[in-house]
């Protein structure tokens, strides 16, 4: 069983809806929750960054983690052509340590 | 702020021959990097913790005398990979922690990939 679970998709969704991202998680030790987007042939880039349980947003954006459950998402709202990308949860166990990635969802959001 | 960088951006080698990738932080100091290796459609996978002035960590099954690493000053970390073959072939990606007392030093920033083809 792989330590952070991610279902590899592709989503396709039309532009202006409500995308929801999620990934399940085994180490209970993981404290730090990230979400990342990569466009093809890029290096990923942060969107959002948590500490332990709890819901933080930034714009378009909203992340949640549940720990009880091990459960994290992200939430894109009004989507736009320009999220189609691959989005890619981590974890960590502390600050600055190690991540370790879910395979990551392709997202296509069509006009 | 926060820009990491990587050199070359993609390189096509032949089977047997070394080729260094280099990762550098910009606009602050990293005293530690890490090294990723991404395959098609799939995660990033950590190959190794790269400590400024010290040994690099490696991850179980990450040969460490094929894929050196030398992290010889705050802003750059260098990967070689070794006697190169077409299973080496993939998406090299680097990231940097912010160690200059910013507060970020919880991130990781990460550079564009490095594409290896190995013929």
């Known amino acids: 069983q792989k330590e952070v679970e991610q279902d590899p998709g592709p989503l396709s969704v039309p532009e202006g809806a409500i995308v929801s991202l999620n990934c399940t998680y085994s180490?209970?030790?993981?404290?730090?929750f990230m979400w990342y987007r990569q466009y093809s042939r890029k290096g990923p880039e942060l969107l959002m960054y948590t500490y332990s349980s709890g819901n933080k947003e930034d714009g378009r954006f909203t992340a949640q983690v549940d720990k009880s459950s091990k459960y994290i998402s992200l939430f894109i709202r009004d989507s736009q052509p320009s999220d189609s990308a691959t989005y890619l949860c981590?974890?960590?166990?502390?600050?600055?340590?190690?991540?370790?990635f879910g395979t990551g969802t392709q997202l296509k959001v069509e006009l | 702020g926060a820009v990491v960088s990587q050199h070359p951006s993609w390189v096509i080698c032949k089977s047997g021959t070394s080729v260094k990738i280099e990762c550098r932080s910009l606009?602050?100091?990293?005293?530690?990097m890490f090294w990723y290796r991404q395959f098609p459609k799939q995660s990033l996978m950590l190959m190794a913790t790269s400590n400024e002035g010290s040994k690099a960590t490696y991850e179980q099954g990450v040969e460490k005398d094929k894929f050196l690493i030398n992290h010889a000053s705050l802003t750059l970390s260098t990967l070689t990979v070794t006697s190169a073959h077409p299973e080496d072939s993939s998406f090299y990606i680097c990231?940097?922690?912010?160690?200059?007392?910013?507060?970020?030093?919880?991130?990781?920033?990460f550079g564009p990939g490095t594409r290896l083809t190995v013929l």
């Open positions: 990231s940097a922690r912010d160690s200059t007392g910013t507060g970020r030093d919880n991130e990781q920033f």
């Open positions: 981590a974890t960590s166990t502390g600050g600055g340590n190690k991540l370790t």
């Open positions: 606009d602050f100091q990293a005293t530690t």
């Open positions: 180490n209970s030790a993981f404290q730090y």
